[in-house]
């Protein structure tokens, strides 16, 4: 199974429906062109020198601003909006990579986090020693991504036997489900309740529960899972789920399991939502039922979408517009209306711009560059279309 | 192989079941009576909300996740038409009415441009549903509302082996069994149902016949939220108005139409009885964990029959 | 997306900036107090409720203590623990307020309390929370609660219904969380010390909303029932049970026939009348401050309750509290607000439903009313006080020994079938 193999039967003039319109895309040459630029990549794998190609200012500029803000920004900044808003973003990419890799729009993704940080506050340290059991740390860590990504696994499996838009209902009931389990369970999640005190150990003699410290451990994980992503989605694998994505039955034509590549999705998206979810237990320093129910689900959804679903750095973005409105809205305009901006802000994206912020900066560039009458970079902004028009549709009903 | 392999499992289940309702009889008998009866106007009450939902669904292929909005607001709206009028009856009207207007606004003037775009569709719902939530908890606050039925159908009626049994949740069990009947019958014999039938089974058929598709989804977006802002106030009336029950009706509606089928109402009615009676047998017999009950049936359901009990493979 | 970012992290920084410089220079005289309360979500009336509480304690000295101007800071949650740290953490760390005054519900007072070891220089008081746990277990030296706790609100209620109502066998319906827990034990210690029984628990989940079943499996031989649940969950357990032809009498925790549910909109229950209660107020105290307070309350706020509820009556004693301390040390909160601290833990806080005083775990020591409910003139329901527990601990005034060999109320604690 090789990307070219892949290619070949794939037409990308076929793509299908956009998500943004609901029109077929036109075959353009640019489209063309991005294509045979992505393919080579993908099966060179990751050379050295391929890598260096693709870094430009842009990402020196943010990787130094990221590297530097904690030293300019308060505490406050540091740890309440950094760090919180690079452990949702962390979440929301396994929701943009799921969503706009896989076509498979997953509400359970909070979920998925949720059990990754309850497995660290009952295996681990907590406020309630009755239920946790004190393991190491790093033990605990590794149980509790393993056991996010098996979880994720089951519930793809439960949710991919049926396929497009059953899966968000599928996915939310599954969520929902899960947050009234750990309400009522006393014995294993200590129900209403929760647990508190759960907070990061100290190791190599840094508390890393401190705002600097835990903002680079964030960043770090937020990094090592946006680049996965962007690696995972040029790999062979990535190039084969969206083929799944976009038609499904031709690549099972072709000698590709879809089922098999959309689980192994939910597995990967789920690793990745459980490293999310052990950073925001240790970032709020307790878990509850709350913690995944509804609102929350919803949120990342909404995070990820805010910021675009197409590119992985959007669910940073969405993440960070979060996280300012969900601090400071209540001093712009009442907080008791926080949900009703926040319903707005989400609804004018979906109606207007579905790529969400990510598609109106492209908007301003297009626009900027119609005025500069540039011509170079129009071709880059259509290299990052080329990855992400996620497509859902039950296939065969239409 | 399929067949035998799904009548094996429908024998385990139900021997078991069988011989859990034997001891529940011998154990207490009026309590395990009660309880049917309790699952039972349980269930009319989802299925009145999930009937919307899966007809909508069944032919827009819209997942409309404010279904629960338009029961929350349909049950507020009737609410206030209630105490204007003093009349009961008005305020059920006036919930399905609101709640079929906003059906009809929100196809109209939103979900017809993105026709066939389901995922943006849905995600348009959510947008409404959080925004329909703080609107509703602006004006109505965070207060508890109920309605005041006429007296003949609050109160009790003494029914053989059971005992006193509450009027009002009969008359609700019966509503339900007409609405049902009357759904039926819209979509078995009218011109109108026939269409929403046939564009269920080929919506592009539909429209090569020379219908107004348009026209068709139109109504049937009106009859399934007006079924929604029925059902909040003649739920509202058997329990009570709060912000909240948006979300915990429409979770109800997501599981009984994934366990029924999607997009069939005979479903609906099936998978409202299993889930209704589930909850009340899961509240009466193992209180702490009733509500998972309803999450187990619903998995096994995914796990064997992906597409509900009565939906069919698409 | 370059620029976009270094924009935006220039407005955060200078945000930042100007925040610390405006902090610095408004120190000497303005006192912050952040106000962090439940707008959103389901306790969002009684968040409201309990602003206007605070409100009013503020209003009460005309905005300012000492010469200093009294800055309130608000913020919301939606009852989730996790918002709830996070409100108080950017009323901390980015309003830089000095004294916090919250948050509303149990979970989010234990998380809060969590978070106020991190921060020793600012102090904070409870707002409405009722939770044992928050200054039982682990309590933290900067937190201090004025208000008496879920078990303080039920003491003297068993023993008026075991010896004044002769209930003997009773039987229980209540949420399934910490609250109830709390509450059904400061009924049941002394109910069970008394000799009552009390045959048949029913905890049900929170929000639970249909309760025929729970209805159907009643005992019938018991002579009342403890109902306690809150909010939408009381009115429709209440309903539902007169529905179901249910005729016993009943006893009621502190929110389960409170204001909110009193006052429901839509018809009342006549069956409701007479159903005794307890809790840290009534409406119809019949002291002249009590009087005064509710007069207060009602002509600050118009869009108010018809007398103020638990909550806005909780977080007034706490901002009181607040306020109070303060004047004793002249707006003094130099030295890591030791001094603060020490007059807040002396404080002898005069409040409309008598004295107040803390205990070694900076915990409320007041006291619990015994309500009935009647019916006034006016047709309106409200909470007559029948008999009035002056001073009530945290540990429900039993011995040490006593209530330490009980532990923390749970499902099965106490338990006397």
């Known amino acids: 199974m090789s990307a070219a193999q892949w290619r070949k039967a794939m037409n990308f003039s076929d793509a299908g429906r956009n998500w943004s319109g609901g029109r077929p895309v036109a075959a353009t040459p640019s489209d063309a062109r991005s294509a045979t630029r992505s393919a080579p990549a993908a099966q060179a794998g990751v050379s050295l020198g391929r890598l260096w190609s693709h870094i430009r200012w842009r990402h020196v500029i943010v990787l130094a601003a990221v590297l530097v803000y904690p030293w300019i920004a308060s505490p406050f900044f540091t740890y309440q909006i950094g760090a919180q808003a690079l452990a949702l973003g962390l979440i929301a990419l396994s929701l943009t990579f799921l969503a706009g890799y896989g076509g498979m729009l997953s509400l359970a993704q909070m979920t998925v986090a949720g059990i990754a940080g309850y497995i660290v506050a009952i295996l681990g340290v907590s406020g309630t020693p009755e239920i946790s059991l004190g393991w190491p740390w790093w033990l605990v860590v590794i149980l509790a991504v393993a056991g996010a990504t098996l979880a994720a696994t089951f519930i793809g499996w439960l949710s991919v036997r049926t396929e497009g838009i059953y899966t968000i209902m599928i996915t939310l009931a599954i969520g929902m489900a899960f947050f009234y389990l750990a309400q009522q369970n006393y014995a294993i999640f200590n129900g209403f309740q929760g647990f508190q005190k759960v907070v990061p150990p100290v190791v190599l003699g840094i508390d890393w529960r401190g705002p600097v410290p835990f903002y680079y451990l964030a960043l770090f994980w937020a990094l090592a899972g946006y680049f996965f992503v962007k690696y995972l989605t040029r790999a062979p694998f990535g190039i084969a789920l969206q083929g799944v994505r976009d038609n499904a039955r031709r690549m099972r034509a072709l000698g590709f399991s879809p089922v098999a590549h959309r689980v192994a999705a939910y597995a990967v998206a789920g690793a990745i939502a ?24 919803i949120n990342i959804l909404i995070i990820a979408v805010i910021g675009g679903l197409r590119h992985p ?11 300012l409105l969900q601090n400071f809205a209540i001093d712009l305009i009442d907080r008791e209306r926080f949900n009703l901006v926040i319903g707005l802000g989400f609804l004018v994206i979906v109606l207007f711009s579905p790529d969400g912020l990510l598609g109106w900066w492209d908007k301003v560039k297009e626009w900027a560059l119609r005025r500069t009458g540039g011509r170079r970079s129009a071709g880059r902004s259509n290299e990052w279309r080329s990855v992400g028009v996620p497509q859902v549709r039950p296939v065969g009903r239409q | 192989m399929t067949i035998v392999r799904r009548w094996y499992w429908a024998w385990i289940g139900g021997l078991i079941i069988a011989a859990l309702a034997v001891w529940g009889i011998v154990d207490n008998q009026r309590l395990f009576l009660v309880t049917t009866l309790n699952g039972l106007t349980l269930a009319a009450l989802y299925f009145l909300v999930a009937s919307g939902f899966t007809l909508v669904f069944g032919l827009l292929r819209n997942v409309n996740l404010a279904h629960g909005s338009l029961y929350l607001l349909g049950a507020y709206v009737g609410w206030v038409v209630g105490e204007l009028t003093g009349s009961w009856f008005v305020a059920v009207a006036a ?27 849905t995600m348009a719902t959510i947008g409404l549903s959080i925004i329909a939530a703080d609107v509703a908890l602006w004006i109505w606050g965070g207060q508890i509302y109920q309605f005041d039925p006429p007296s003949w159908i609050t109160g009790t009626t003494a029914l053989p082996l059971v005992g006193k049994f509450s009027t009002y949740r009969l008359v609700l069990l019966a509503t339900a069994v007409v609405i049902g009947i009357g759904l039926w019958a819209f979509l078995a014999y009218t011109r109108v149902g026939m269409m929403i039938r046939a564009g269920v089974d080929d919506r592009g058929m539909l429209s090569a016949s020379g219908v107004n598709v348009q026209m068709v989804f139109a109504i049937t977006f009106a009859i399934g939220a007006g079924l929604a802002g029925f059902a909040g106030v003649v739920g509202g009336t058997a329990l009570s108005i709060a912000p909240g029950e948006d979300t915990r009706y429409l979770l109800a509606s997501l599981v009984v139409v994934i366990v029924g089928g999607m997009g069939s109402v005979a479903g609906a009615a099936l998978g409202a009885v299993l889930i209704g009676v589930a909850e009340q047998f899961g509240l009466a017999y193992a209180p702490t964990y009733g509500i998972v009950f309803t999450f187990v049936i619903m998995a096994l359901v995914l796990a064997f029959r992906p597409q509900g009990i009565l939906g069919r493979r698409t | 997306m370059t620029k976009r970012t270094a924009k935006l992290f220039g407005a955060l920084t200078g945000a930042a900036i100007a925040t610390v410089l405006a902090a610095a220079a408004q120190a000497q005289e303005t006192v912050k107090i952040g106000l962090l309360a439940t707008l959103e979500g389901p306790f969002a009336a009684g968040g409201q409720d309990g602003m206007r509480g605070a409100e009013l304690a503020v209003k009460e000295r005309g905005g300012t203590v000492a010469g200093k101007k009294i800055e309130l800071v608000k913020a919301s949650s939606d009852a989730k623990p996790d918002v709830a740290v996070n409100s108080t953490r950017k009323l901390v760390e980015q309003d830089k307020v000095q004294i916090m005054v919250g948050p509303l519900s149990g979970s989010e007072g234990i998380a809060v ?7 020793p220089g600012v102090t904070f008081i409870n707002g409405g929370s009722g939770a044992q746990a928050t200054t039982l277990l682990n309590p933290s030296p900067n937190f201090f609660r004025f208000n008496t706790d879920g078990g303080q609100w039920m003491v003297g209620l068993g023993d008026y219904a075991y010896n004044t109502k002769k209930f003997k066998k009773m039987a229980l319906v209540a949420e399934d969380y910490a609250f109830p827990y709390s509450q059904v034990q400061g009924f049941m210690a002394e109910f069970c010390k008394a000799g009552g029984k009390v045959t048949h628990k029913a905890w049900v989940p929170l929000g639970g909303k249909d309760y025929s079943s729970v209805i159907a499996k009643l005992p019938q031989d018991v002579d009342a029932l ?7 969950d009381a009115v429709n357990f209440l309903s539902q049970y007169e529905q179901a032809g249910g005729d016993k009498p009943m006893v009621g925790g502190s929110i389960t026939v409170d204001q909110t549910v009193l006052n429901f909109k839509g018809k009342r229950r006549e069956s409701l009348l007479g159903t005794a209660a307890a809790g840290p107020m009534a409406d119809s105290i019949d002291t002249p401050e009590w009087k005064k307070f509710v007069a207060d309350y009602k002509a600050n706020f118009k869009d108010g309750f018809p007398s103020p509820s638990l909550f806005a009556f909780v977080y007034y004693i706490n901002m009181k509290a607040a306020l109070d301390a303060l004047e004793a040390v002249k707006g003094d909160l130099s030295g890591n607000q030791e001094k603060y601290r020490e007059a807040l833990k002396a404080l ?40 009035t527990i002056p001073k009530v601990d945290q540990k429900l005034n039993l011995s040490k020994e006593e209530f330490e060999k009980m532990g923390l109320g749970s499902r099965d604690v106490p338990n006397c079938p």
Do not use: C, H
């Open chain 2, 95 to 121: 919930g399905f009415l609101f709640a079929a207007l906003m059906g009809l606004v929100l196809q109209v003037g939103v979900f017809r441009f993105m026709q066939g775009d389901d995922l943006r569709q």
């Open chain 3, 226 to 232: 403890l109902v306690v649940l809150g909010g939408s």
């Open chain 1, 313 to 323: 750095v959007g669910s940073f973005i969405g993440a960070i517009v979060f996280v």
């Open chain 1, 274 to 297: 459980g490293i999310g979810g052990v950073l925001l237990v240790w970032y709020n320093g307790l878990i509850s039922p709350g913690s995944v129910g509804t609102s929350w689900l």
């Open chain 3, 348 to 387: 002898k806080l005069k409040t409309p439903v008598g004295e107040i005083t803390l205990d070694e775990n900076r915990q409320a020591i007041g006291p619990t009313f015994i309500t009935e409910v009647a019916k006034g003139p006016d047709g309106v329901f409200f909470n007559k006080v029948v008999k």
């Open chain 3, 113 to 119: 309390k969590e978070y106020s070891k991190s921060q």
